[in-house]
Nanobody
Framework: VQLVESGGDLVQPGGSLRVSCAASGFAFGSYTMGWFRQAPGREREFVAAITRSSSGIYYTDSVKGRFTVSRDNANNTLYLQMNSLQPDDTAVYYC???????????????WGQGTQVTVSS
């Protein structure tokens, strides 16, 4: 299993950014995929998840209406479009291949190296 995040950058408050996760070594289309983030001094937290066929999409409350998760099963890639970014969104963003039951995401032990998103003026 290999997950490679990319697209992180320094962006001003109110700006937008799209991060990506390239997956390989497993059947990407058979897994619910999730995004997590970890800010300095804080625990890793759930951000968003999308089921195998994109029929189920879930967000943590703090990003609803600002972030959009999507996937391209043909190219084994997961995306997170982030709009109206705020300093509190500053974190390392990670993708994960997991499962979903009754609207709850269950992470697997497989993580990428993460991509740094910094929101600052």
């Amino acid at each position: 299993v290999q997950l490679v995040e990319s697209g992180g950058d320094l962006v001003q408050p109110g700006g937008s950014l799209r991060v990506s996760c390239a997956a390989s070594g497993f059947a990407f289309g058979s897994y619910t995929m999730g995004w997590f983030r970890q800010a300095p001094g804080r625990e890793r937290e759930f951000v968003a998840a999308i089921t195998r066929s994109s029929s189920g999409i879930y967000y943590t409350d703090s990003v609803k209406g600002r972030f959009t998760v999507s996937r391209d099963n043909a190219n084994n890639t997961l995306y997170l479009q982030m709009n109206s970014l705020q300093p509190d969104d500053t974190a390392v963003y990670y993708c994960n291949a997991g499962t979903e039951t009754d609207g709850r995401y269950y992470a697997s032990p497989y993580w990428g190296q993460g991509t740094q998103v910094t929101v600052s003026s």
